[in-house]
């Protein structure tokens, strides 16, 4: 028997990668890892196990995984009051404890050559795992259409789709197919130590232009970009913040051709039309 557990189970990715993973292997070998079990208890199938784990506190994240041999690690969220870093260092400690003998564990895109801040825990996240010796594979996300979402609806609204990234290509796909890919990797016996996890490389442009509806689609330069989102009511912190995220995508960092996405979901990716369809609703 093997015993297969997901951490951040309450959380969005981790409870569509339950949902996945629950569709391929007997519910009865899945622990869910969660700090708030009364929460992972409301969230989750019955029939799975729930441990308590919190990423900060390695000894009883130790008990949790406790005869576990596959462990999905999702990331953590950064921006908490105790570094992500640490809280990956606490989750790898516990892992090495307990004897999990592989880790899939969700990344950056080509973690280990960004030099982008938002990647920094991830490089060092995948080198530490890499030096435990325990068997892994790096699950390196590419970008969630999800992530998105305000540019979409201002769009079907007919309202100006702006964006500041010129020609850069970003390889979306929507979160539950990566969730899906996730769990695949974690039920599968052969595994890549690396997977970039991508959908096919498009432009804002080629986005805005599957969106349905009638709407402007403006090329904008950081400042101008900055100085819409802050007239369209955004608080002037948080517009600083989308275009620090759009110079991020604009450096090309999200530019992707693989195809281990579908290769490893065994199926296409879900039609780009289709996808924004499903975000929208
Ligand atoms: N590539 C992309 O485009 C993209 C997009 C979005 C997110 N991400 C990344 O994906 C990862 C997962 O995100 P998500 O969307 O699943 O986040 P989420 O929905 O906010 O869930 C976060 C999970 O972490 C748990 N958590 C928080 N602090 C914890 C602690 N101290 N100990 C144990 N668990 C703790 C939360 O538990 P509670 O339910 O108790 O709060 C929750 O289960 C993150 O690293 C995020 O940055 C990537």
Redesign the pocket.
């Known amino acids: 028997m093997t015993t297969y557990a997901v ?8 409870q569509r990668a339950i949902k996945y993973l629950a569709a391929k292997v007997p519910a009865s070998d899945i622990v869910a ?4 079990t009364d ?1 992972a208890k409301k969230l989750l199938p019955t029939d799975i196990t729930i441990r308590q ?4 506190d390695a000894e009883q994240f130790t008990k949790a995984l406790q005869g576990v041999d596959r462990l999905l690690f ?5 921006g ?1 009051p ?1 570094p992500r870093a640490q ?1 990956h260092a606490n989750v790898l400690a516990a892992a090495e404890r307990a004897g999990v003998s592989f880790i899939a564990y ?1 990344s ?1 895109p080509h973690a280990d050559q960004a030099e982008v801040a938002l990647a920094a825990d991830h490089k060092a996240t995948e080198k530490a795992i890499a030096a435990s010796g325990i068997k892994h594979s790096f699950l390196r ?4 259409l ?2 998105e979402l305000s540019r979409l609806q201002a769009a079907a609204a007919g309202k100006d789709f702006l964006y500041a990234a010129g020609d850069a290509k970003v390889g979306w796909a929507l ?1 539950r197919e ?1 969730a899906k890919a996730a769990a695949n990797v974690l039920a599968a016996t052969d595994t890549k130590d690396v997977y970039e996890f991508a959908g096919p490389a498009r432009t804002y442009r080629e986005l805005a232009a599957a969106i349905a509806g009638d709407f402007e689609i403006k090329s904008l330069s950081d400042a101008d970009y900055q100085a819409a989102l802050i007239a369209g009511g955004m608080p002037a912190k948080l517009a600083g913040f989308a275009a620090g995220g759009m110079q991020l995508i604009a450096s090309g960092i999200l530019t992707e051709d693989t195809t281990d996405l579908p290769d490893v979901l065994g199926h296409e990716l879900t039609p780009l039309p289709e996808a924004i369809q499903e975000v929208l609703k």
Do not use: H, M
């Open positions: 951490t951040g189970a309450t959380g969005r990715f981790g890892l969660a700090r708030n929460k784990a919190d990423y900060n999702i990331s953590s969220v950064p908490g105790v809280q969700t950056f996300n590419n970008w969630y999800e992530n979160e990566y």
